[in-house]
């Protein structure tokens, strides 16, 4: 349906900053929300933040403040500037795409985030 793509994770330091960037491309349906999740090791996949068409966004409890989310639908890219990194962070992180419809939604392949106490 659409491919995504992810880029900026790496190894931090606690308290250091990483930027992630996702574009989307060959889109087979009007992308309306962008977004960012994670998991870590041995857990459930979570939701991070969220930004739609409209520049509405949420974000998970555990990050606020710490994490911004920013968009443009125009060239479907989503950005996720992190600041104050805590070792509990450290997930991969997904980019999502949705659609309009349920079917409408897609994953991209994951950029790993790592932060060391």
């Known amino acids: 349906q659409v491919q995504l793509v992810e880029s900026g994770g790496g190894l931090v330091q606690a308290g250091g900053s990483l930027r992630l960037s996702c574009a989307a491309s060959?889109?087979?349906?009007?992308?309306?929300?962008m977004g960012w999740y994670r998991q870590a090791s041995g857990k459930q996949r979570e939701l991070v933040a969220t930004i739609n068409s409209g520049g509405s966004t949420v974000y998970a409890e555990s990050v606020k403040v710490r994490f911004t989310i920013s968009g443009d639908f125009g060239e479907n890219t989503v950005f996720l500037q992190m600041n104050s990194l805590k070792p509990e962070d450290t997930a991969v992180y997904y980019c999502?795409?949705?659609?309009?419809?349920?079917?409408?939604?897609?994953w991209g392949q994951g950029t790993q985030v790592t932060v060391s106490s």
């Open positions: 999502n795409a949705k659609g309009r419809l349920s079917i409408n939604n897609a």
């Open positions: 060959r889109s087979r349906f009007n992308i309306n929300t």
